[in-house]
């Protein structure tokens, strides 16, 4: 009798441990092969059963029992909602602990590119995937209520950046960071500012870095566009910006500037209004705000896109009229019946281009 009771207590253990050395095999053998891993979102409110027998159905988990039974003792190890990435090598042992803690989360990025107009950036929120779109049905002033920033234009709000967010995260969360973000980077431009500048406020620096912004192509340009804003501002000269034009006609813009979009009222119109526009018109970069804070000290008035991206810059307007007509052959964009967009303003207003109170800014 005690010879059958021993071996009924070595063959238990030997069971035992035959069990335990396979389930200590199965726990720390890698389940990931592919070299890209394997993407897995932990739904809100799913139990671990589900997940395991999920992931045994995607063929991840050999043995689902096998993983239900390690995590069993485990019951206030809850599971952390998001998406995660199971990298190439991962073990049920690591997949466990990652969708237990929370570790290693799949991040998407989503960049904002200077120069976006806020509609852009709405239109490309819309399009990111695994956000939660809860701006969608808002108006542009509701969700800067939403971001504490009510009766002010979202326009030039957000800071160019590239900003990571996990599945299920909200695009407002996206839009609150970049705002943030813009104010850090705005009021440490402004901090750094350079004596005797035009601006009232910094407010009034971002105006002038979204049009730098939009004018500049190169960052090299930027502080010398800078400074001919400044010199124009200065001797309250009329800025003449094609681009505040564009922003003005809206959707209306069909990649020409025409007569007429020059001589329309709008608030948005340098040509004719006199200083900076009512709201910034793009979101600036940081080269752009710290070239609309600490500006080139120069002596130009105006300058002429040279077709590469660069421009011409001239202090006076004999030189600049020079300059229009050496590069006119890179104006092809802005014709007007077939007519350059300046040659017809030049012989509609010509007598008023005789003086530098008056003069033509750009050509693009």
């Not at 813009?253 to 018109?281: A, M, S, V, W």
């Not at 040279?306 to 964009?333: C, I, P, R």
């Not at 007007?336 to 300046?342: A, C, G």
Request: one cysteine or more; a positive charge; hydrophobic letters at 35%.
């Amino acid at each position: 009798m005690k010879k059958v009771y021993s071996y009924t207590i070595v063959l238990s253990a030997f069971i035992l441990c035959c069990f335990v050395s396979i389930w200590v095999y199965f726990l720390f053998t890698p389940a990931v092969t592919q070299d890209e891993g394997y993407v897995y979102y932990v739904r809100p409110g799913i139990t671990k059963r589900l997940v395991v027998n999920e992931l045994a159905q995607q063929g991840i988990i050999t043995h689902p029992v096998l993983l239900l039974i390690y995590g069993f003792p485990q019951k206030n190890a809850a599971l952390k909602t998001g998406e995660y990435r199971f990298a190439k090598g991962s073990t049920p042992y690591s997949i466990w602990k990652q969708i237990t803690t929370g570790t290693g989360l799949l991040y998407h990025p989503f960049a904002i590119i200077p120069g976006w107009t806020f509609k852009q950036l709405r239109a490309e929120l819309l399009k990111a995937q695994g956000l939660r779109h809860v701006t969608a049905a808002l108006s542009d002033n509701q969700i800067m209520e939403r971001l504490g920033y009510a009766n002010l234009s979202p326009e030039g709000e957000f800071f160019p950046d590239t900003y990571y967010y996990t599945r299920g995260n909200s695009d407002l969360s996206i839009l609150k960071r970049a705002s943030h973000l813009m104010q850090v980077k705005l009021q440490a431009a402004w901090d750094k500012r350079s004596a005797g500048l035009p601006y009232q406020n910094p407010y009034e620096a971002l105006i002038a870095a979204s049009m730098i912004e939009k004018e500049g192509y190169l960052d090299s340009e930027r502080p010398i566009i800078a400074g001919v804003l400044m010199n124009r501002l200065r001797k309250n000269m009329l800025l003449q910006i094609d681009a505040t034009v564009i922003f003005g006609l809206g959707d209306r813009y069909d990649g020409k500037i025409y007569k007429q979009n020059l001589l329309e009222d709008t608030p948005y119109n340098t040509y004719l209004h006199k200083g900076l526009p009512p709201t910034p018109i793009a979101m600036p970069g940081l080269s752009s705000l710290s070239a609309a804070t600490m500006p080139q000290q120069n002596d130009f008035y105006y300058y002429v896109a040279k077709g590469d991206g660069s421009h011409q810059f001239s202090t006076n307007l004999q030189a600049h009229n020079e300059a229009v007509k050496t590069n006119k052959q890179n104006k092809q964009n802005e014709t007007v019946n077939n007519t350059p967009v300046r040659e017809q303003i030049e012989s509609s207003i010509g007598s008023q281009l005789t003086t530098p109170s008056n003069p033509l800014l750009m050509t693009h």
